[in-house]
């Protein structure tokens, strides 16, 4: 048995927990806030910022973890490299978590230094950069912080109009004390892909069968696997995926995001070092392991066949349209038992408008119509009422 400390314990976080207790794990979860979801299932709970160093390294001085896996951006993740050199695996590994938590980092490792093709881009630590950027680019373009999570801080900027309040909005939606932007090139894409990427210690690095989402102010609504994609195109992905997490090391999940282009190919978006929203997908039974329990094996080292297709399956978020301090109550639970479909109630503690509190997955046969099931999840999705 290991002992594994999550740092974020968010829906991802509880799913994993899950994963790990089926496999007799024992795991502290960490959040900023008492009752996240990952504390319900897991052996114990702190409650701390992260971002505080002191208190991130005397959560850890006190439970000794063999194990830390964060979840979330907002860590200060720079101590994570002192708590890998005590002994203490850090999932992937402490440098892979410090370059994908920060845009900059993980976007010049991939254009630069790995010559993966991605969007145009610039960065912009004032206002009077960020329009000199935009200049550059040319309109529209895409704005983020260079620290964040769930599409928070991200505009499209169609004119100079926009500037203003593109600049303002990435600084309220950037995590931890980074106040710097990225300037985006606007790809005109036809779709976009998640591939999960498995890395292993002892083992090939593996690949999920493509996943088709579909995002609103950068975050997840819905997803599909498989996604439909050339072969060419998943020969291209899975080589960038490969590159990228090859250079930052470790063994883990990847959620890795492109965007596909029938005109121009494949470009690299981002990555995140850990299991994926739109990966929730695999709790449908798409999939031999779910994303999480692929995750999990590969932290422990357990050998991972090769990951295969066993059904089709979509999955739709359950979002809510109040804002309460009180514990959210849900209607019309009983209206997704039906067959071929299953619900997931997150157990967040409030809620805030727009905020995701579940989600519906669905699955059919590894031919059925992948539109048909889209439909059917959101439309279950939307008997769920958040009160």
């Known amino acids: ?121 610039r960065y912009a630590k004032t206002f009077g950069e960020l329009q000199e950027a935009a200049a550059e680019i040319g309109f529209p373009c895409i704005v983020k912080p260079l620290m964040s999570s769930s599409g928070k801080g991200q505009s499209l900027l169609r004119s100079e109009a926009d500037l203003e309040h593109a600049w303002q909005y990435s600084i309220e939606g950037s995590r931890g004390d980074i106040h710097e932007v990225i300037v985006e090139e606007f790809i005109k894409f036809d779709s976009e892909i998640t591939l999960l990427t498995v890395t292993q210690t002892d083992g090939p690095t593996l690949f999920c069968p493509p996943i088709g989402h579909v995002q609103k102010g950068g975050d997840y609504r819905e997803s599909f696997q498989p996604a439909h994609i050339s072969d060419d195109h998943l020969k291209a992905a899975r080589e960038m995926a490969d590159k990228v997490t090859r250079a930052l090391g470790g063994a883990g999940i990847w959620g890795v995001e492109f965007f596909l282009s029938h005109e121009n190919g494949v470009y690299f978006s981002e990555l995140s070092p850990r299991p994926h929203d739109t990966g929730m997908v695999t709790l449908a039974g798409t999939q031999p392991f779910n994303e999480f329990e692929l995750h999990l094996r590969a932290i422990l080292g357990l050998p991972i066949p090769p990951v295969k297709q066993l059904r089709a399956g979509a999955s739709a978020v359950i979002l809510s349209p109040i804002a309460s301090e009180e514990p959210p109550r849900y209607r019309g639970l009983e209206q997704t038992c039906v067959e071929d479909a299953d619900v997931r109630i997150f157990g967040k503690p409030t809620t805030r408008v727009g905020r995701r509190m579940g989600v519906v997955v669905v699955s059919g046969a590894p031919d059925a119509d992948i539109d048909a099931l889209r439909d059917k999840a959101k439309a279950l999705a939307a008997k769920v009422e958040v009160y």
Do not use: W
């Open 1 to 121: 048995m290991k002992k594994i400390m999550l740092l974020g314990s968010g829906e991802l976080g509880k799913e994993f927990v899950i994963a790990a207790k089926r496999l007799g794990q024992y795991v502290v979860a960490c959040d900023a806030y008492p009752g996240a979801p990952a504390m319900q299932v897991a052996d114990e709970a702190e409650v701390f910022s992260m971002l505080d160093g002191d208190a991130l390294e005397a959560a850890v001085r006190r439970h000794r973890p063999d194990i830390i896996v964060p979840e979330i951006e907002a860590i200060r993740t720079e101590r994570l490299y002192d708590f890998e050199r005590e002994g203490i695996k850090v999932v992937p590994s402490a440098r892979a978590v410090n370059y994908t938590m920060n845009r900059k980092a993980i976007r010049d490792l991939a254009a630069k230094e790995l010559g993966v093709k991605t969007a145009r881009y």
